[in-house]
């Protein structure tokens, strides 16, 4: 899946080249490998295999959007590109999906501007919305939402609730779900909805022993017994250990349908969201107690207090001031 998703803003004077602009945008869609004249080509060779994904033209507002890998950051020669091509003025909006941060650059003739210098795009409703997205304005969001726009605006074809969703904006979400959102329009991206619900931080199952190739086994086959009755196919994030290539541990997601994800070697955000819970736990269960004359037993029972209260209890404020229980059934979701 890529990584950085650009979407690029051309505002100029010339509708003409922008529709010239526009239509070798659409070749680009339509025959990937084909070769465009200069000097949009010079765009293009930069990247490995950019992937356009959409294009749109509203009076002299031109918008695309650019899939590319996290390693193809944007050049100078590329700025220099669209503005040869008829885009006075540009914006050019990266999403990393990987670590979910978004930025923001202006140009006008292919220097950088300031935001306020940059002039007022002619956008969709669609279009407007993902702009907060993008901008990560989850109250600005919601508030739309509140006042009437529509829940089932798209940007680029995809739903704004997946999009909000994708960035985890969680008053967003919860504001297009009460505004009666078709939860049918996002099916296409149903497996990535329910991933990203998941995102929540809602503890599946645990287990407890010696860090050997069955405490592994034992922890994996409890989580699949917990998802195996409802339509939940979770992402298993998991470091480069040993364990987690061993066959059997391998069969078991294959039987199961997960799906395993791991990181590349020196790079473990796959291992952040674990690695971050357990650094909760130590810090509020484990190093304010005295635990001499604990028996393994009682251990084992005060954690698993611990865990319950954590999933059903303790607030976030990336949930909105709720706990993952409470996300969960905010959205209709089983817990």
Same mark, same amino acid.
Request: charged letters at 20%; hydrophobic letters at 40%.
């Given at each position: ?52 994904? =959409? ?29 040869? =091509?008829?885009?006075?003025?540009? #914006? ?8 979910? /941060? ?25 279009? #407007? ?118 066959? #059997?541990?391998?069969?078991?997601? =294959? ?24 650094? #909760?736990?130590?810090? /509020? ?51």
């Amino acid at each position: 899946m890529s990584a950085n998703t650009y979407t690029f803003t051309c505002i100029g004077s010339d509708a003409a080249a922008l529709a010239r602009l526009l239509a070798l945008l659409q070749v680009a869609i339509q025959a990937p490998d084909a070769a465009l004249p200069e000097p949009l080509d010079r765009f293009f060779e930069y990247w490995d295999e950019p992937c356009v994904t =959409s294009t749109s033209l509203l009076g002299t507002t031109l918008r695309c959007t650019v899939d590319t890998s996290a390693h193809d950051p944007l050049k100078k020669p590329q700025v220099l590109a669209w503005h040869a =091509s008829g885009a006075e003025y540009l #914006r050019v909006q990266v999403f990393n999906s990987q670590v979910g /941060e978004s930025a923001t650059t202006y140009y006008h003739a292919g220097k950088r501007i300031t935001a306020k210098a940059f002039p007022k795009p002619v956008l969709s409703e669609g279009e #407007r919305l993902y702009e907060l997205v993008l901008e990560a304005k989850d109250g600005a969001l919601a508030n739309e939402v509140k006042a009437g726009a529509s829940p089932n605006a798209t940007a680029d074809g995809v739903p704004i609730m997946v999009l909000a969703l994708r960035a985890g904006l969680v008053k967003s979400v919860r504001a297009l779900h009460d505004a009666g959102v078709d939860w049918s329009a996002c099916l296409p991206w149903a497996a990535e909805v329910a991933e990203l619900i998941g995102a929540c931080g809602m503890v599946v199952s645990w287990t407890i022993g010696t860090t050997d190739a069955e405490l592994v086994n034992t922890m994996v086959d409890a989580a699949i017994e917990t998802v195996t009755a409802t339509s939940d196919r979770p992402v298993v994030h998991s470091d480069r250990g040993g364990h987690y290539r061993w066959p #059997r541990w391998l069969s078991r997601m =294959s039987d199961a349908n997960l799906t395993r994800s791991m990181s590349r070697k020196a790079c473990l955000p796959d291992n952040a969201a674990c690695e971050g819970f357990f650094g #909760r736990l130590k810090n /509020e269960l484990f190093c304010p107690r005295d635990w001499k004359g604990t028996t393994f037993e009682q251990f084992i029972e005060v954690v698993d207090d611990y865990i319950r209260w954590y999933n059903e209890k303790r607030i976030k404020i990336s949930l909105g001031f709720l706990s993952p229980v409470e996300y969960r059934a905010s959205l209709g979701l089983a817990a």
